[in-house]
């Protein structure tokens, strides 16, 4: 019984420990807000707002480079006319 009691306080010790490494001494190393497990961040509302705008950004390349091969194979047709 006293052994299960010593691992369950181990267990405990160790998950506080953790706790504290990752909510306290890791934001303030990286200059990061307090407990960011509790605050929900912007960033990937961020991160999905620019891979949205890169999508688009490759779309219009394409649409680009269709308009160029386009516009190639008209002035092939013209010169063979």
């Known amino acids: 019984m006293i052994l299960l009691l010593d691992l369950v306080i181990f ?5 506080l ?9 890791f934001p303030l190393k990286n200059g990061t807000p307090l407990f960011p497990l509790f605050f929900k961040t912007d960033t990937s509302a961020a991160v999905s707002a620019a891979e949205e705008e890169l ?3 490759a779309e219009l390349e394409q649409l680009d480079n269709l308009q160029e091969e386009i516009n190639r194979r008209k002035a092939k047709l013209k010169k063979e006319e």
């Open 11 to 15: 267990i405990v010790v160790i998950i």
């Open 17 to 25: 420990l953790l706790f504290f490494v990752t909510q306290i001494v």
């Open 55 to 57: 999508e688009k950004i």
